[in-house]
């Protein structure tokens, strides 16, 4: 067998042409960057699963503020997940700028989905407005909630009339 190997178009190896390593790795190249590419596609869905599970798990135990009230002789929080709840006012009179903080309600009930919290309600509070504010497991803010009460001789009769 002749090969003319002046001649572009042939297809036909020389007699005794022997493949060198660098003849291998030089195929083996275009193996690998496939096999790469595929380890990438298999590795993302994956990653994508682990943190989807993270994220519902956050949401599972994300803190919520459910309800807000005056159960005497307590204000009464509802919500669930939550590391801190205060309970803050905005005091009747002129000139008032910011509000203040009555104090920090005690968890009565376990860790969870249906937290309580209680604050004994101080004497002879004037206001116009109490509200709470909740915190979750990372100390970042989740809810605000108001007492219901438009009016500050509703909201006094709540705190201490007969009722």
């Known amino acids: 067998m002749v090969i003319n190997t002046s001649d572009p178009h042939s297809t036909a190896q020389p007699p005794g042409r022997v493949f060198t390593r660098r003849d291998a790795l030089g195929l083996a190249h275009p193996y690998w960057a496939t096999f790469i590419v595929a380890c990438g596609f298999l590795v993302i869905?994956?990653?994508?699963?682990?943190?989807?599970?993270?994220?519902?798990?956050?949401?599972k135990d994300a803190g919520k503020l459910y309800d807000f009230k005056i159960?005497?002789?307590?204000?009464?929080?509802?919500?669930?997940?939550?590391?801190?709840v205060e309970v803050w006012f905005w005091s009747t009179g002129t000139g008032i700028t910011k509000p203040a903080l009555i104090g920090t309600a005690k968890r009565i009930t376990n860790e969870g989905k249906r937290e309580k919290?209680?604050?004994?309600?101080?004497?002879?509070?004037?206001?116009?407005?109490?509200?709470?504010?909740?915190?979750?497991?990372?100390?970042?803010v989740v809810g605000k909630k108001s007492l219901p009460y438009k009016d500050p001789g509703a909201l006094y009769n709540a705190m201490y009339g007969k009722k």
Not at 45 to 59: C, D, F, H, K, Y
């Open 45 to 59: 869905p994956l990653s994508a699963r682990q943190n989807g599970t993270a994220v519902a798990r956050e949401a």
């Open 117 to 140: 919290w209680v604050l004994r309600i101080p004497s002879k509070l004037l206001a116009v407005e109490i509200f709470t504010t909740a915190f979750d497991k990372t100390g970042n």
């Open 71 to 84: 159960a005497k002789p307590n204000f009464l929080v509802d919500g669930a997940n939550l590391s801190k």
